[in-house]
């Protein structure tokens, strides 16, 4: 079946300008996870939906990040006035059976 | 609060020749462990996991990975190594709260180069 795709595959953006990230989960997948990934680092988590419900918000580097979720499907990462440091690859993964995490190819984001 | 080491940042190893990715984590409670690749411009692909039951769990790709409570390691091993192996590794720890959400802590990676 079809995996966790995201969209863009790349944005390119000024700084001061907003974007907005797009996750498409596995059908039937209630959890959703968005992740960052700086250059040569690993991974940090940003924000866990269950249903469209996000009880843990706690990774959400600035008020300047804020994500939501339709249903059980599909998840937007906004990032308003976004600044050089916010330049990262952001995953998004969604959780099936015992909580394993499918990751989607993510969006490379890149702020001038 | 859990966390992830990987100690080697880089590892190089000869086609054919075995390998062993160092991981140790912290976490108060029983925890699920994995073990994902990610290729050049690609996603993470889970390699495989640990929540219960046998220490030694196999993965894809004739990897598998022996979970030491004692010495809180997830060390993850291959009897050889394929040139096509070569890519960043990732150990991470999740809460593994059914329902409750399973945030991952990731190490910061392990990159793997093989020699032909």
């Known amino acids: 079946g079809a995996g966790v795709s995201q969209s863009p595959s790349n944005k390119v953006t000024e700084k001061g300008k907003d974007v907005e990230l797009r996750c498409d989960p596995i059908?039937?997948?209630?959890?959703l996870y968005w992740y960052r990934q700086r250059l040569g680092q690993g991974l940090e988590f940003l924000i866990y939906?269950?249903?469209?419900?996000?009880?843990?918000k706690s990774g959400l580097p600035s008020d300047r990040f804020s994500a939501e979720r339709t249903g059980e499907s599909v998840s937007t990462l906004t990032i308003q006035r976004t600044q050089q440091e916010d330049s990262a690859v952001y995953l998004c993964?969604?959780?099936?059976?015992?909580?394993?995490?499918?990751f989607g190819p993510g969006t490379r984001l890149l702020v001038l | 609060a859990q966390s992830v080491t990987q100690p080697d940042i880089h590892i190089t190893v000869s086609e054919g020749a075995s390998l062993e990715l160092r991981c140790n984590y912290s976490?108060?409670?029983?925890?699920?462990l994995f073990w994902y690749v990610q290729s050049p411009g690609q996603g993470l692909q889970l390699l495989l996991k640990?929540?219960?039951?046998?220490?030694l769990v196999q993965g894809i790709k004739g990897f598998e990975a022996e979970f030491k409570r004692s010495q809180s390691s997830f060390n993850l091993r291959k009897p050889s190594v394929h040139w096509s192996d070569a890519a960043e590794y990732f150990c991470?720890?999740?809460?593994?709260?059914?329902?409750?959400?399973?945030?991952?802590?990731f190490g910061t990676g392990t990159q793997l180069k093989v020699e032909l």
């Open positions: 993964a969604s959780g099936g059976y015992q909580e394993t995490q499918y």
């Open positions: 059908s039937g997948h209630t959890a």
């Open positions: 939906f269950q249903g469209n419900s996000a009880p843990d």
């Open positions: 976490y108060g409670a029983t925890p699920y």
């Open positions: 640990y929540f219960s039951g046998d220490t």
């Open positions: 991470a720890v999740g809460s593994g709260r059914t329902g409750g959400g399973n945030k991952l802590t």
